[in-house]
């Protein structure tokens, strides 16, 4: 099953040839020329070929309707059979163990002849040719504006994880031909590539055989707190899907916003239905990120990296932290116009993607919003003729709301939008407006909140005994934002620390090196499991759980230790500020809980 | 330094979001271990005490809402308010600003 099979050649005439001959209509099949063949051989060979007629879904066997001629033949060790002008060439090399009748064997066999039928099914319909076959293969769209469905494709199919034989990312003719062998033989080809078990079902017609597939969406969780967990999501569960944009800030990296998609999942209990927005908790989000590991660390040098671009799923609470608090940027939370059913088929282009996809990162022509524009376009076939894919995240956006596709009118009212959900601001944005009222409150004698948070945390500290509650909570905010721009700091210095003394054993730089290695998992999860392809099923569900319940511990491990290890790496400076700092929130803290008790404040339990 | 995480960041920095957790007065907000359908029971949505999650990830949002006086209204108050009231009584009597507070005030 591992050889290669069906080399193509004979080119345009051989098509012409093939799709006049298959017009007459007459009843055929596969013929095979007895002569020099044993008793035994010709009953084996009769056989297979009744076999792979058998197996025929009703639309290939409608254009097998013709003579094939059929020969064993040798050929090189690693073809299995030839799809020729004139006829079916099969390896002389398997007909001895068919004959021996193991069930390998009949299988290698009975799959190479339906792979070769399949070329010859392909040659007459051009399917392999087909865009829609070509978005589900992997032989995706570039995103411009410029591209027509046919024109403008990527080169090179990086759905390279977990293939069931990787001669079919050779070309798409080859990707057709495995996959019909896969449609028509495994009855868990439905489960494991769902949307081209459908593609090859319409065009093919069915077949008899396919189990019942679970429901559920099966990923790898990139978060903090659940990081290298097992997890799934329910397409009935999940009420919408949102084009998530982080807003560009000055950085060179950020400057053109991030683009995300935000999953809607529904709280367990909750009906689907717009209450489902405010289930924070229980969303999630898309994002597709350039991965650095360790070994392309060194060269990182910019803008023109190249990197592999993976699929991260993330829980939006820590990706709303994450930009409002830490980046202090923005996020819009704008809804697209999915039906169900497309709100499905994106989901399960997703476990493709997440299972399969090795992409590589481009920042100026494979990027975030070229990667969630081809996730939708490749999903729900009528984005497909619209040509809105564009390689900023923000110009993705105004084409998704040109074309109707995402309702920009949550934005319009501001109040609403950020109660809502549609919009996610800046920590940042409110800085001078709780200083403003620190300031009046406390007769502040600093100018700005800029001077305010420069000051030692011990500088800070008297005011902070004397202010009231509502001044607290203004003052609690500041301090987390001098805490979290201490902590950035201090990333930084370990990053430089990092680049610097790569080679450096037993430093700070092995727990960063083992935290990027047990990272990339989180992109990739293909690599936790062996065995099997597509979509995960049951019995390699069962592997990934174990696998993926060590990764997390590994990851928990490998992050204590590095947050101990930044303690003692980081200078006495340094380190006495974060101290400070903690000590001031927790002086607000408990002054909060005081001034709320002695105001008889509603307590919860 | 109360919470780990501190360099996931370093993993995804090309174009990637930093990833840091957040020490809310001694109190985690920026966790948010999620209720997937596939979590085990751990989720705490049906309670509405100090472990609550949904009330912890609006600690900040419950802060900016106190601190502006009702001015700054996030989706996570929301979120948390709603939740309040469908599981506590006395939250249905409460008003925003007093369930903000206590939620600040735990």
């Known amino acids: 099953m591992n050889g290669r099979r069906g080399r193509i050649r004979g080119g345009l005439a051989w098509l012409v040839l093939a799709a006049c001959a298959w017009s007459t209509g007459a009843v055929a099949a596969m013929k095979f020329d007895p002569a020099g063949l044993s008793p035994d051989e010709r009953i084996a060979t009769q056989r297979l070929l009744d076999d792979a007629q058998s197996h025929l879904p009703p639309r290939m066997a409608a254009l097998a309707e013709r003579d094939i001629a059929v020969r064993w033949s040798p050929l090189a060790a690693d073809v299995h059979g030839h799809a020729g002008r004139s006829e079916l060439l099969l390896n002389r090399d398997l007909l001895a163990p068919l004959i021996e009748g193991g069930d390998a064997a009949r299988r290698a066999a009975l799959a190479t002849v339906l792979h070769e039928l399949a070329h010859y099914h392909d040659r007459a319909e051009h399917l392999s040719r087909d865009p829609r076959f070509l978005d589900l293969a992997g032989w995706q769209v570039r995103a411009t504006r410029f591209n027509t469905r046919m024109a403008g494709r990527m080169r090179e199919n990086r759905f390279v994880d977990r293939s069931p034989d990787t001669y079919e990312l050779t070309r798409p003719s080859e990707y057709f031909a495995v996959n019909v062998e896969h449609y028509l033989l495994d009855p868990q080809y439905a489960c494991r590539r769902p949307a081209l078990h459908r593609?090859?079902?319409?065009?093919?017609?069915?077949?008899?055989?396919?189990?019942?597939?679970?429901?559920?969406?099966?990923?790898?969780?990139?978060?903090?707190?659940?990081?290298?967990?097992?997890?799934?999501?329910?397409?009935?569960?999940?009420?919408?899907?949102?084009?998530?944009?982080?807003?560009?800030?000055?950085?060179?990296?950020?400057?053109?916003?991030?683009s995300m998609l935000r999953l809607v999942v529904c709280a367990p209990?909750?009906?689907?239905?717009?209450?489902?927005?405010?289930?924070?908790?229980?969303?999630?989000?898309?994002?597709?990120?350039?991965?650095?590991?360790?070994?392309?660390?060194?060269?990182?040098?910019?803008?023109?990296?190249?990197?592999?671009?993976?699929?991260?799923?993330?829980?939006?609470?820590?990706?709303?932290?994450?930009?409002?608090?830490?980046?202090?940027r923005g996020l819009r939370s704008v809804p697209l116009r999915l039906s169900h059913e497309e709100i499905a088929a994106v989901l399960e282009r997703t476990a493709q993607l997440h299972w399969s996809y090795d992409g590589r990162y481009y920042f100026l022509g494979n990027n975030c919003a070229a990667e969630t524009w081809k996730l939708l376009h490749d999903s729900v076939p009528r984005l497909a003729g619209q040509?809105?894919?564009?390689?900023?995240?923000?110009?993705?956006?105004r084409r998704l709301e040109n074309a109707g596709v995402a309702d920009g009118s949550v934005l319009g009212d501001g109040d609403e939008a950020l109660r809502m959900g549609y919009r996610f601001e800046s920590q940042g944005a409110y800085f001078d407006q709780l200083y403003a009222t620190a300031k009046t409150s406390l007769f502040l004698p600093y100018r700005t909140v800029t001077q305010w948070m420069d000051l030692t945390p011990a500088q800070r500290r008297p005011w902070i005994e004397r202010a009231d509650l509502r001044t607290s909570a203004a003052l609690l905010l500041?301090?987390?934002?001098?805490?979290?721009?201490?902590?950035?700091?201090?990333?930084?210095?370990?990053?430089?620390?990092?680049?610097?003394?790569?080679?450096?054993?037993?430093?700070?730089?092995?727990?960063?090196?083992?935290?990027l290695k047990e990272s990339a998992y989180l992109g990739q999860p293909s690599r936790l499991i062996d065995g099997g392809y597509g979509i995960p099923q049951a019995d390699e569900r069962a592997a990934l759980q174990a696998r993926s319940a060590?990764?997390?511990?590994?990851?928990?491990?490998t992050r204590a230790e590095l947050e101990q290890g930044a303690r003692e790496w980081m200078g006495p400076q340094q380190r006495a500020r974060l101290d400070g700092i903690v000590a001031n929130s927790e002086l607000l803290g408990t002054r909060l809980r005081a001034l709320h008790a002695e105001q008889g404040g509603l307590r919860l339990p | 330094m109360k919470r780990s995480a501190v360099l996931l960041a370093l993993a995804l920095m090309a174009a990637a979001p930093a990833a840091f957790a957040s020490s809310f007065a001694g109190t985690s907000a920026g966790s948010s271990a999620g209720g997937s359908s596939a979590s085990s029971g751990a989720?705490?949505?049906?309670?509405?005490?100090?472990?609550?999650?949904?009330?912890?990830?609006?600690?900040?949002?419950?802060?900016?809402?106190?601190?502006?006086?009702?001015?700054?209204?996030?989706?996570?108050?929301?979120?948390?308010?709603?939740?309040?009231?469908?599981?506590?009584?006395?939250?249905?009597?409460?008003?925003?600003?007093?369930?903000?507070?206590?939620?600040?005030?735990?």
């Open chain 1, 387 to 397: 040509g809105i894919g564009s390689i900023t995240p923000t110009g993705l956006l």
């Open chain 1, 478 to 515: 500041l301090e987390q934002a001098a805490q979290r721009r201490a902590l950035a700091q201090v990333r930084d210095a370990l990053k430089r620390r990092y680049l610097a003394s790569s080679r450096d054993e037993g430093d700070a730089p092995d727990v960063v090196r083992r935290l």
């Open chain 2, 43 to 106: 989720s705490s949505d049906s309670s509405s005490g100090k472990d609550d999650k949904v009330v912890q990830a609006a600690r900040e949002d419950a802060a900016s809402f106190v601190a502006s006086n009702g001015a700054i209204r996030g989706a996570q108050l929301e979120a948390a308010l709603r939740h309040l009231r469908e599981q506590l009584p006395q939250a249905r009597e409460a008003s925003d600003l007093e369930l903000a507070q206590a939620i600040l005030a735990q």
């Open chain 1, 199 to 258: 593609y090859l079902e319409e065009h093919l017609g069915a077949t008899a055989r396919s189990a019942p597939c679970a429901d559920d969406v099966v990923y790898v969780d990139a978060g903090e707190g659940d990081g290298g967990a097992l997890r799934s999501i329910d397409p009935a569960r999940v009420y919408a899907i949102d084009y998530l944009l982080a807003e560009g800030n000055a950085q060179p990296m950020s400057r053109w916003g991030h």
């Open chain 1, 269 to 328: 209990g909750r009906t689907p239905g717009p209450d489902c927005r405010l289930d924070l908790s229980h969303h999630r989000v898309l994002s597709f990120r350039a991965f650095v590991d360790d070994v392309q660390i060194s060269s990182w040098s910019g803008l023109s990296g190249r990197y592999p671009s993976r699929l991260f799923v993330l829980p939006m609470e820590q990706v709303i932290d994450e930009y409002t608090k830490v980046e202090l």
């Open chain 1, 550 to 557: 060590t990764l997390q511990s590994d990851l928990q491990t």
